[in-house]
Nanobody, 122 residues
Framework: VQLVESGGGLVQAGGSLRLSCAAS????????IGWFRQAPGKEREGVSC????????NYAESVKGRFTISKDNAKNTVYLQMNSLKHEDTGVYYC????????????????WGQGTQVTVSS
């Protein structure tokens, strides 16, 4: 499975961005796609996850009510709509695929994209 993220950039606090994660390869094996982020000097943090049929969705407490995950099966693409962005949302955002379960725990995910930078200016 190959994953490619896009949509990162620089935005002011309170603004919005939409990230995309395009999957290719053995996508029929994917159980769920997750979004993770890593700020400088910090550990990778789970943000959100969506099951392959869209029936299972999880969010980290820090983004609930602000971020929305969705998917377009026809395009094999998962989106992360990020609203009301805060400076602490800054980091490299990665999408990842799991063949096991939808979660926000990185240990459950085996295939990762290269990441896209999100910078929120305060």
């Amino acid at each position: 499975v190959q994953l490619v993220e896009s949509g990162g950039g620089l935005v002011q606090a309170g603004g919005s961005l939409r990230l995309s994660c395009a999957a290719s390869g053995s996508t029929d094996r994917i159980i769920a796609i997750g979004w993770f982020r890593q700020a400088p000097g910090k550990e990778r943090e789970g943000v959100s996850c969506i099951g392959s049929s869209g029936d299972s969705i999880n969010y980290a407490e820090s983004v609930k009510g602000r971020f929305t995950i969705s998917k377009d099966n026809a395009k094999n693409t998962v989106y992360l709509q990020m609203n009301s962005l805060k400076h602490e949302d800054t980091g490299v955002y990665y999408c990842a695929a799991t063949f096991s379960r939808c979660s926000v725990s990185a240990i459950d995910f085996g295939s990762w994209g290269q990441g896209t930078q999100v910078t929120v200016s305060s």
